[in-house]
């Protein structure tokens, strides 16, 4: 039986996301993310205005009139959402986890690709496969992922990127669009990433908190990693403290960031407490623009 503050929770979140896919985002998803192929369709005559490099020769000498081969867009997809269900997630200064953040942008996803007659995956990971949700098509499939977004409670507390990449490669073989989405508190997870990238259109949704970034002045405080458990006393009075602090997680940003620029990587970032739409909107334009080149 699920909990009635779940059902509601998910019911929130379906209105709000699929009427984002539906009136913001319609069309710049199915430009974004075009089928994987194309296959022939028929064969019909010449009409002015047609590419003649589509003329079908051999129909052509036998009619006497010239012809040309008609192809269509294999459009349907299939779409994983690979998402990080670590502890790290739990975290959020903005009235907003990381972890609820990334359910709402799945959710818009989710529901953009149905809209498109995409199917829909989920593989939940943290330090081990959390949850895999096959591909299906339709509203109610959509909703079985949101709610597992929601309620899943994570056995793992660390994260390992890799194993969930290697995981998704031996359960799909079939090309396909998957979407990373993770905060990247990890690391080794290069090379897996390259490996998917051969095969499949990888797009990695890099999810933050801006309190991460920089530390408050509040003086001593004890932290303790969410993922790993180990506590340690700082003092965010000092300058020198909250500087160090603040170059040393910029650091970490830029080298994941050059990284993926480097290898093109397609990459989004998004932080908590700001609207994610016009980030998306502005991913697909690029998406669709640079597909037009």
Request: with cysteine.
């Amino acid at each position: 039986m699920i909990p009635i503050e779940l059902l509601k929770k998910i019911r929130r979140i379906e209105i709000a996301t699929s009427r984002l896919a539906s009136e913001q985002l319609a069309g710049q998803y199915h430009s974004a993310f075009k089928g994987h192929g194309i296959e022939f369709e028929e064969v019909r005559l010449y009409q002015p205005g047609d590419d003649v490099r589509s003329i079908d020769w051999n129909v052509t000498a036998r009619a006497g009139e010239p012809h040309i081969k008609i192809f269509r867009e294999e459009r349907e997809l299939t779409v994983m959402l690979i998402v990080d269900m670590s502890a790290s997630q739990g975290f959020g200064t903005n009235e907003q986890t990381k972890r609820e953040l990334i359910t709402e942008v799945c959710a818009t996803l989710a529901f953009s690709a149905i809209r498109n007659n995409d199917k829909v995956g989920l593989l939940a990971f943290s330090d081990q496969i959390e949850k895999f949700v096959p591909p299906r098509k339709g509203t109610q499939h959509v909703l079985r992922v949101i709610r597992e977004l929601l309620a899943h409670q994570p056995v793992g507390r660390g994260t390992d990127i890799a194993a969930a990449l290697e995981f998704f490669r031996h359960v799909q073989k079939r090309r396909c669009t998957a979407f990373l989405v993770s905060d990247f508190q990890d690391d080794g997870w290069e090379q897996a990433i390259r490996v998917v990238r051969r095969k499949h259109d990888l797009v990695a949704i890099d999810v933050n908190d801006p309190h991460e970034m920089e530390l408050p002045d509040i003086g001593l405080v004890d932290m303790r990693d969410a993922e790993t458990g180990a506590l340690v006393t700082l003092d965010t009075s000092s300058r020198h403290v909250r500087a160090a602090w603040a170059a040393e997680m910029a650091a970490a940003s830029d080298r994941r960031i050059g990284w993926m620029r480097r290898h093109k990587i397609d990459r989004l970032e998004l932080g908590t407490g700001a609207s994610f739409v016009e980030a998306i909107r502005a991913f697909f334009r690029r998406r669709e623009a640079r597909m037009e080149h």
